[in-house]
T-cell receptor
């Protein structure tokens, strides 16, 4: 079945460091891809999305590009802030259902 | 943005008892709500989709008699774990969708951690 694999956390970085969180997927068709973020004590929120190959989703300085050839949707940010500390989930949508990765906990130290 | 709340945030219950978790959409009417389950270091797994006023649709492998879902109003869905056992201990997350919204535009609750002793 469809699945999403994320790099295992936790990830700890210093402020202003470059961030990459890897995400790969397995799907029988051509899914839409998403990154969600969960801040402490809150529900998951949609961070960005890409609906077809080569699309780049971006929001709040985060970017991810839908790479069909490598079945990947890696999340990147050039300079992270303490406020980016959260759990990040990669997900795909097929047949109106969301399939999530296991989440990656990110901690940014000042 | 839209807010979805869950109550309680944490619950501990004894094996064999039942526990109810509430999911509320606070500022919008949610015709569709979803229930997910997350084990430590694992993905959120969709358990069931509930539409207001009708029976929930359960995912394959989810016991509908064990995980009772009721979506009696446009702002409230409940998940009841019946005759809970330690293996039911998990993090349960609900989400809600406005009418006409795409499935990825779900608003998620903060989750409920259930521990069965």
């Amino acid at each position: 079945g469809d699945s999403v694999t994320q790099m295992e956390g936790p990830v700890t970085l210093s402020e202003e460091a470059f961030l990459t969180i890897n995400c790969t997927y397995t799907a029988t068709g051509y899914p839409s891809l998403f990154w969600y973020v969960q801040y402490p004590g809150e529900g998951l929120q949609l961070l960005l999305k890409a609906t077809k190959a080569d699309d780049k989703g971006s929001n709040k300085g985060f970017e991810a590009t839908y790479r069909k050839e490598t079945t990947s949707f890696h999340l990147e940010k050039g300079s992270v802030q303490v406020s980016d500390s959260a759990v990040y989930f990669c997900a795909l949508r097929m047949d109106q259902k969301l399939v999530f990765g296991q989440g990656t906990r990110l901690t940014i130290n000042p | 943005g839209a807010v979805v709340s869950q109550h309680p945030s944490r619950v501990i219950c004894k094996s064999g008892t039942s526990v109810k978790i509430e999911c509320r959409s606070l500022d919008f009417q949610a015709t569709t709500m979803f229930w997910y389950r997350q084990f430590p270091k694992q993905s959120l797994m969709l358990m069931a989709t509930s539409n207001e006023g009708s029976k929930a649709t359960y995912e394959q492998g989810v016991e509908k008699d064990k995980f009772l879902i009721n979506h009696a109003s446009l702002t409230l869905s409940t998940l009841t774990v019946t005759s809970a056992h330690p293996e039911d201990s998990s993090f349960y997350i609900c989400s809600a969708k406005r009418p006409g919204q795409s499935s990825y535009e779900q608003y998620f609750g903060p989750g409920t951690r259930l521990t069965v002793t």
